[in-house]
T-cell receptor, first 110, second 114 residues
Framework: LAKTTQPISMDSYEGQEVNITCSHN???????ITWYQQFPSQGPRFIIQGYKTKVTNEVASLFIPADRKSSTLSLPRVSLSDTAVYYCLVGGDRDDKIIFGKGTRLHILP | EAGVAQSPRYKIIEKRQSVAFWCNPI?????LYWYQQILGQGPKLLIQFQNNGVVDDSQLPKDRFSAERLKGVDSTLKIQPAKLEDSAVYLCASSSQDRHYGYTFGSGTRLTVV
């Protein structure tokens, strides 16, 4: 299972674009990259998943370079409610278990 | 679509007592997971079921923890006897065969062992 490294914490201001980068140097060919968001007293929530290049949904964008050794979660125009812990995970097979790291604590300031 | 249901929401017990948690996954999800999340850390996988069979329980402290998933639907996680270090949030998650939409987690059960 590929190990991921991401910043422990980040601060930003309302209305800004926030980019959280995750390193996964040992990512395997069949691994996907998935990001989860977790608010206090709740379970993690799926945000976005990608394999290569760029993926965008109504919540975020995920940028993956050609070598796939890193990925960047982009949150456009954040608000106070985006304050949460964000986890980057890699995994592939249907039976592959996902391993959570410590995540990135994002704090949005007014 | 209903989410993953867990109960109870909170539980306080004394050390050496037993406790059980219940999880009802999303209908049709064959894979079910139990995670333990200690304050300030990421969730740690305890056990993974595929239908009613165990796929991975390598991180489950089997001397005190047990889990079952009868009929491949609901699941229970039990701790007996509990220790102070078991204080954590216990999260249940489920996923369909198509992993491209990730896992769906319940809100968890917060256990405090005193």
């Amino acid at each position: 299972l590929a190990k991921t490294t991401q910043p422990i914490s980040m601060d930003s201001y309302e209305g800004q674009e926030v980019n959280i980068t995750c390193s996964h140097n040992n990512i395997a060919t069949n691994d996907y990259i998935t990001w989860y968001q977790q608010f206090p007293s709740q379970g993690p929530r799926f945000i976005i998943q990608g394999y290569k290049t760029k993926v965008t949904n109504e919540v975020a964008s995920l940028f993956i370079p050609a070598d796939r050794k890193s990925s960047t979660l982009s949150l456009p125009r954040v608000s106070l409610s985006d304050t949460a812990v964000y986890y980057c995970l890699v995994g592939g097979d249907r039976d592959d278990k996902i391993i959570f790291g410590k995540g990135t604590r994002l704090h949005i300031l007014p | 679509e209903a989410g993953v249901a867990q109960s109870p929401r909170y539980k306080i017990i004394e050390k050496r007592q037993s406790v059980a948690f219940w999880c009802n996954p999303i209908s049709g999800h064959a894979t079910l997971y139990w995670y333990q999340q200690i304050l300030g850390q990421g969730p740690k996988l305890l056990i993974q079921f595929q239908n009613n069979g165990v796929v991975d329980d390598s991180q489950l402290p089997k001397d005190r923890f047990s889990a079952e998933r009868l009929k491949g639907v609901d699941s229970t996680l039990k701790i007996q006897p509990a220790k102070l270090e078991d204080s954590a949030v216990y999260l249940c998650a489920s996923s369909s065969q198509d992993r491209h939409y990730g896992y769906t987690f319940g809100s968890g059960t917060r256990l405090t062992v005193v």
